[in-house]
Each structure stands twice: as structure tokens, then as C-alpha cells.
């Protein structure tokens, strides 16, 4: 019996994880983008229909060095593609609407997209892919 209360306890903490929803292989099998080995994830969600959103602290090095090498480009308003996790994450957001600090990656592949996000002065990464809902539902 105590081991049944201790399974379902450490069940409960793990689903009710922060970073649960967050799978690195798919969001680098569709962008093609990887995530820097020191980011570590604040949030994540999944709708389970069409978008999965994670935020990520990374080091300022480490951002600075990603932001090069995946060729961000500053946000300028004028081309930025819909960000779904200002509706479900709960904690940080990018300011859209000030964009001194944001760089961007977006593009698509097959009937899948992805956008990433980057505050340096913050050093947040918001990482989203739009994907296809093969179920239907």
C-alpha cells in the first residue's frame, strides 16, 4: 500500500512537469534548429491539435552563438508570423510589440511550421511548431 501512495505521488509530480510537453527531437526534426545543450526549459504546452510552445533560459553566450548560427533577423513587425504561445504559456512572453531585442527564425516544411523567438537582453528562447493534426480532431 505505501508503495502504491509513493508510485502515485512521483506519477503526479512528473505530469504536472513544467517541461513535460517539450520533445527535442521534434522540434529539431522540423525545423531543423537544435537547442542549445545549456538551455533549460521554463514552460512548455501542447494542445495536442496543432501547437506545442516552449520557453527556454539560456545562458547569454550560448543564445548569442544559437542566434548566429540559425541566422535570427531582428523582428521587424512588418513579416512576423502569428505566436499561438501568448495565448497558453503562463509565464514569460516576448513583448511583440517591442522589438529592440527579438530576433526570429520561422519557416516551414511539408504541412509544418515553426517559430523561434529570441529576447537577448532577457535570454529566453520561445520555441513553437505548428503542426499538422493527424487525428482530425
Not at 76 to 96: A, C, V, Y
Request: hydrophobic fraction near 35%; glycine fraction near 6%.
Amino acid at each position: 500500500m505505501k508503495r502504491s501512495i509513493i508510485l502515485f505521488f512521483v506519477v503526479i509530480f512528473f505530469s504536472c512537469s513544467k517541461g513535460r510537453f517539450y520533445d527535442a527531437e521534434f522540434y529539431e526534426r522540423i525545423s531543423g534548429i537544435k537547442i542549445p545543450v545549456s538551455a533549460h526549459v521554463l514552460e512548455s504546452f501542447d494542445n495536442g491539435e496543432f501547437v506545442t510552445t516552449s520557453t527556454f533560459e539560456i545562458n547569454e553566450t550560448d543564445l548569442k552563438e544559437f542566434v548566429k548560427q540559425y541566422t535570427f533577423e531582428l523582428k521587424d513587425g512588418s513579416n512576423s508570423p502569428h505566436f499561438f504561445g501568448s495565448n497558453h504559456l503562463k509565464g514569460d512572453r516576448p513583448n511583440l510589440h517591442n522589438s529592440k531585442n527579438l530576433y526570429m527564425n520561422f519557416g516551414s516544411k511539408g504541412k509544418n511550421s515553426w517559430l523561434y523567438i529570441v529576447d537577448l537582453k532577457a535570454n529566453r528562447l520561445w520555441a513553437e511548431i505548428q503542426y499538422l493534426d493527424m487525428a482530425g480532431d
